[in-house]
Nanobody
Framework: QVQLVESGGGSVQAGGSLRLSCAAS????????MGWFRQAPGKEREGVGA???????DYADSVKGRFTISKDNPKNTLYLQMNSLKPEDTAMYYC?????????????????????WGQGTQVTVSS
């Protein structure tokens, strides 16, 4: 059974940085998409960054140039390095997994496509 556990959230001032981690257990997939999503109060969940099993990243326009998604395969851990944080980045951040039967060239941000989710970690950015 796949379990995803996020960590690394917290409170920072605008312009600061945080690194989120997502530890995956029960993980035996070789072809997949993994992504970071966020949800602010009263808003829909949205994709932030995603990465293919081959390591190709994709980002939402709102975070390009500020956020970097990466993964450590031996540790089964997904990361999100967040720099130049803005108050509008405040949200609960979730990691998600989409197992696949083929190697994707790109991962999308369709929330309903991802089948496994973590419990989330809160990020609060103050001005």
């Amino acid at each position: 059974q796949v379990q995803l556990v996020e960590s690394g959230g917290g409170s920072v001032q605008a312009g600061g940085s945080l690194r989120l981690s997502c530890a995956a257990s029960g993980f035996s997939y070789s072809r997949y998409c993994m992504g970071w999503f966020r949800q602010a109060p009263g808003k829909e969940r949205e994709g932030v960054g995603a990465i293919t099993s081959a390591g190709y990243p994709d980002y939402a326009d709102s975070v390009k140039g500020r956020f970097t998604i990466s993964k450590d395969n031996p540790k089964n851990t997904l990361y999100l390095q967040m720099n130049s944080l803005k108050p509008e980045d405040t949200a609960m951040y979730y990691c998600a997994l989409l197992p696949l039967t083929y190697t994707p060239s790109q991962c999308g941000f369709r929330v309903s496509a991802y089948t496994h989710w973590g419990q989330g970690t809160q990020v609060t950015v103050s001005s």
